[in-house]
């Protein structure tokens, strides 16, 4: 039997148990914001830099790794730009317009589809998300931000733009990069042809069930079920957006040119993962209408989970 059919059970002991644990630790008031801010970055400064150091040691090295930096920032793009073109103009106000955009560009990619890359391809696919998910990072810096802020003021300002302000610093000099530096010694170890000790694949393992639980756990308790309802009903052109368009456009953008067939599958893993809190956490900063990021997040999720990767997973595997 292939270990991807033992591992399918990580789809709800390792994602959606942690996240029903953490909406009721939070509903219920056992887990404070502090307490959640600790473990997400306990979650991205040590456990997913120590995973990534891990994984990229033993990824192949080859052509079709360099193109991963370039479908990593295209997953990001091409549904924002999608989403601008054909879908938005039925959202009148620039606060919504915003959060539409935030939730159509971003999408799980390093949590939520690293263990399910994990779940088919083991450690290989585990290894491609997360170096999908620093350019997927950039972009969210990059292009997600400044959209959003440029909403912001188009609302503040009665339609008319303002200026737009960018720290780099804040992008490069950040704990929250922290595993781009386990990726490059663990790429470095594999190319000078140092191997990996056979005991660390039984570490690795271990480490992305907790890393699945503190990085679903949080999200949890950021879900507020009664504010984000009313706005389920208009997240549903996601749908068409994150499972149809950007699954077809990415596979006709890798399929002839990527010859890992671990990397091609993991490609459409990763283009229909669901939206990403980080499209919370935009709409947040530049006070954008929160409650659709997370009506947008939980509707996708949950098509997702029962729906769409249960269907890949029987694709692919």
């Known amino acids: 039997m292939d270990t991807s059919d033992f591992r399918i059970v990580y789809l709800f002991t390792d994602l959606l148990l942690p996240l029903i644990v953490g909406y009721l630790l939070y509903r219920h008031g056992k887990i404070s914001d502090a307490t959640v801010s600790r473990i997400l970055r306990l979650n991205v400064v040590v456990i997913y830099t120590i995973l990534a150091f891990m994984s990229c040691w033993t990824l192949p090295i080859s052509r079709d790794l360099a193109l991963v930096p370039i479908y990593g920032i295209l997953i990001v793009l091409f549904p924002g730009l999608v989403g601008r073109a054909f ?23 390093t949590t939520l589809g690293g263990v399910c890359a994990f779940i088919l391809y083991g450690e290989r696919g585990f290894a491609y998300a997360q170096i999908m998910g620093i350019f997927q990072t950039l972009m969210l810096v990059l292009a997600v931000f400044p959209m959003a802020q440029y909403y912001y003021l188009q609302h503040k300002n009665h339609g008319s733009g303002g200026k737009i302000r960018l720290r780099f610093l804040d992008i490069f000099l950040s704990w929250n990069q922290l595993s781009i530096v386990g990726m490059a010694a663990g790429l ?17 393992e271990g480490l992305v069930h907790f890393g699945a639980w503190f990085g679903m756990l949080p999200v949890g308790c950021l879900v507020n079920l009664h504010r984000a309802r009313r706005y389920a009903p208009w997240t549903l052109d996601l749908f068409a957006l994150r499972f149809l368009i950007l699954p077809i456009f990415m596979g006709a953008v890798s399929y002839p040119f990527v010859r890992d067939p671990v990397l091609r599958g993991a490609i459409l893993v990763f283009s229909v993962t669901p939206g990403a809190i980080n499209s919370v956490t935009a709409a947040k900063l530049y006070n954008l209408n929160v409650d659709y990021t997370v009506a947008g997040f939980l509707t996708t999720s949950i098509a997702f989970f029962f729906i769409v990767y249960p ?6 595997r």
């Open 87 to 109: 879908f938005i103009r039925r959202y009148r106000n620039p606060l919504d317009r915003g959060a539409y955009l935030a939730n159509a560009m971003m999408s799980n990619v």
């Open 188 to 204: 470095a170890l594999n190319a000078a042809g140092v191997a990996r000790p056979p005991v660390l694949g039984s570490v690795f």
């Open 311 to 316: 269907a890949l997973y029987f694709l692919l």
